[in-house]
């Protein structure tokens, strides 16, 4: 049987980022991730970035995709893409600047990327029993 893969399009609001969470943690849970405490304060943290800053200047806030797939060998793949801004520094921004170094230290890898369409990638792997 071949591996589910979750993926969900939520607006980027504030409301949404409980349900993101929700989502992710209960397939996570459901495939034998083995910190699904840890991925719910990464998913969290990501969407919440997604949510703050990717649409900024935008006159309606787009749109935040979050997938998650367990990969043979490589554990439980999250992603968390926006089109919106891309990173830029926000001096405006109320926040600390330490959701991104929480989810580096949460995940087993973790990357930022830029995406060629716009926007930004948040990619995430974590450990399932039994998958590495």
Same mark, same amino acid.
């Given at each position: 049987?071949?591996?589910?893969? @979750? *993926? ?10 409980? @349900? ?5 943690? *209960?397939? *996570? ?7 699904? /405490? ?7 943290? *990501? ?9 900024? /200047? ?23 893409? /926006? ?7 926000? @001096? /405006? ?6 959701? @991104? ?32």
């Amino acid at each position: 049987m071949a591996p589910t893969i @979750l *993926a969900r399009r939520f607006p980027a609001r504030a409301d949404q980022v409980r @349900l993101a969470r929700r989502e992710v943690v *209960a397939y *996570a849970r459901e495939h034998g991730a083995v910190d699904p /405490d840890g991925i719910a304060l990464a998913v969290s943290e *990501a969407v919440t970035n997604a949510v703050v800053h990717a649409y900024v /200047d935008a006159p309606e806030p787009g749109a935040v995709e979050v997938t998650a797939e367990v990969h043979d060998g490589n554990g439980l793949e999250i992603q968390v893409r /926006d089109d919106g801004r891309g990173m830029a520094p926000r @001096l /405006d921004s109320a926040g600390l600047g330490v959701g @991104l170094p929480i989810v580096a230290k949460i995940s087993q890898r973790f990357k930022v990327e830029a995406r060629p369409t716009g926007g930004t990638a948040v990619r995430m792997f974590f450990a399932v029993a039994g998958h590495a």
